[in-house]
């Protein structure tokens, strides 16, 4: 370990959503504000926005939700034609301010901020080689790897640095930057993070994480940012540098199970309808006798749906949901995630007691929550549980943006299907297979990163990396490195 960096929880990815608006003559903080409520699900740790009015740029973040970081006071007060915005979730040893995006830098003395969905693979040499230029960092995330970069390029103009800078990255990254006069929107060469386009009255463009948050803003779709490519936004209007191939599109996999807004689209394609599919799927492959289907809400709540249609067992709400509480699957121990699902669900009695259930759920990370669901059930009087998940077991550690845990920590890492569901108390367990979760998203499984089911990692692991998530080359000697 070299700067504590290495090993430390940092060193875990983080999920975030990405906002940009180019809009003379709009309220572009008001329309960030709302663009980052759609994105809220991405991420709430903290939340910020970036605007320029083209001589400067005014930086507004705090820790929390975006409702909680801006009042009337904060966003009147950011005034621009321009602005990026960014929601965060980390890991409660990097919650802090100092890792909060978007992050102000300079090039050439002009400022620019940037906003990061991903997770860089090769950040600590990347940071080691800026220590070693002189750069200093107030925070452990890589968007401020990202933006020291940049800077660094101080030979080039900005967008000959940008380009550069990009070139040097290697992992998952959605970007969008702001300057005095552009914004720009890159995505890596991968696509494993999503990044959409928006077209804003006929002549202002979004730059979206996800689709769902063109709509609240009055923006319409217009394409998505392609993997290796930059979108490059001013008063010429909008256009498009492609700076690397694409090796291989890997668009993440479990955006659809569990990641994306239902209302999203990815590849074209519906989220919702693609996770009720999943259940369909799910119900032909592991059909069972029972009197009610059950979700575990949200996220589980198509899966549902799709296995009661295409199994007849009528579909019922199992639970109440407390909408006040984050999802659980970021609590940061044991203990929290077990009390955190009994604060947010609640059993309904009526609707489970004597009941054969069907509880659908959209994966099993540690198996503590599923655990504490299936206890809750039966305590509410169900006489039989078929836990069902609509996506195949999580059994390898992400690298590219999900803070999942280590592999060790990873329930399917450890126990097969039958040790799983002894340790949940379920009467039976069924996984969607790989196959099945292929077929559900359009069936050309070649396009999507599904390295957490079957450790195919697109893009190479540094050993340091996989070391720090307990990933042991000789677990997997066929899999690691994929390419
Ligand atoms: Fe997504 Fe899993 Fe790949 Fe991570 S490893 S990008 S969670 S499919």
């Not at 759920?361 to 169900?382: F, H, N, P, Q």
């Amino acid at each position: 370990m070299t700067n504590g960096y290495e090993f430390c929880s940092e060193a875990v990815p983080e999920e975030c959503g990405v906002f940009g608006i180019y809009a003379p003559g709009d309220d572009v903080a008001r329309i960030a504000y709302f663009g980052l409520f759609a994105l809220q699900h991405r991420g709430q740790e903290s939340a910020g926005i970036a605007v320029t009015d083209g001589r400067t740029i005014r930086l507004h973040k705090r820790m929390g939700l975006v409702a909680q970081a801006f009042d009337e006071e904060t966003l009147s007060a950011l005034k621009g034609h321009i602005a990026i915005g960014h929601t965060r979730y980390s890991t409660t040893g990097s919650s802090n301010l100092a890792n909060a995006q978007p992050f102000l830098e300079h090039h050439r003395g002009i400022p620019f901020a940037i906003a990061h969905n991903g997770n860089l693979v090769n950040a600590l040499k990347l940071r080691q080689e800026l220590e070693h230029l002189g750069f200093q960092f107030e925070g452990t995330s890589d968007s401020e790897i990202i933006a020291k970069l940049i800077a660094s390029y101080d030979e080039l103009d900005f967008e000959q640095a940008v380009m550069a800078a990009m070139e040097r990255l290697q992992g998952a990254f959605s970007l969008v930057i702001l300057t005095p006069n552009q914004l720009f929107a890159v995505r890596d060469p991968y696509g494993v993070r999503p990044l959409v386009i928006g077209k804003l009255n006929g002549s202002h463009w979004v730059i979206a994480s996800e689709t769902c948050a063109l709509n609240p803003v009055g923006a319409v779709y217009v394409r998505d940012v392609e993997p290796g490519e930059t979108v490059i936004v001013d008063e010429k209007g909008l256009h498009i540098v492609k700076w690397a191939e694409i090796t291989r599109p890997s668009l993440c996999i479990f955006e659809f199970v569990y990641l994306a807004r239902p209302d999203s689209h990815l590849y074209g394609r519906n989220v919702h309808m693609i996770r009720r599919r999943m259940g369909q799927i799910l119900a032909r492959e592991h059909p069972a006798d029972a009197d009610v289907v059950i979700p575990v809400p949200d996220t589980g709540i198509p899966a549902a749906l799709g296995y009661s249609e295409a199994s007849g067992i009528p579909y019922a709400e199992g639970f109440i949901k407390n909408r006040y509480i984050h999802r659980t699957f970021i609590q940061p121990s044991q203990r929290q995630r077990e009390l955190g699902v009994r604060i947010k669900l609640t059993p309904l009695r009526e609707v489970l007691e004597g009941k054969r259930v069907v509880v659908v759920e959209d994966s099993i990370v540690r198996g503590t929550t599923t655990r504490a669901i299936v206890g809750m059930l039966r305590e509410a009087g169900a006489k039989e549980i078929h836990v069902r998940i609509s996506s195949p077991p999580y059994r390898f550690p992400c690298f590219y943006g999900i803070d999942t845990a280590a592999r060790s920590e990873l329930i399917a890492a450890q126990l097969d299907v039958e040790e799983i569901r002894r340790y949940i108390g379920a009467d039976s367990l069924g996984y969607l297979s790989l196959e099945g979760l292929i077929e559900a998203v359009g069936g050309d499984g070649e396009r999507f990163c599904r390295a957490c089911f079957d450790g195919r990692y697109p893009i190479p692991i540094p050993h340091h990396l996989r070391l720090s998530k307990h990933l042991f080359e000789e677990e997997v000697p066929d899999l690691l490195p994929v390419r």
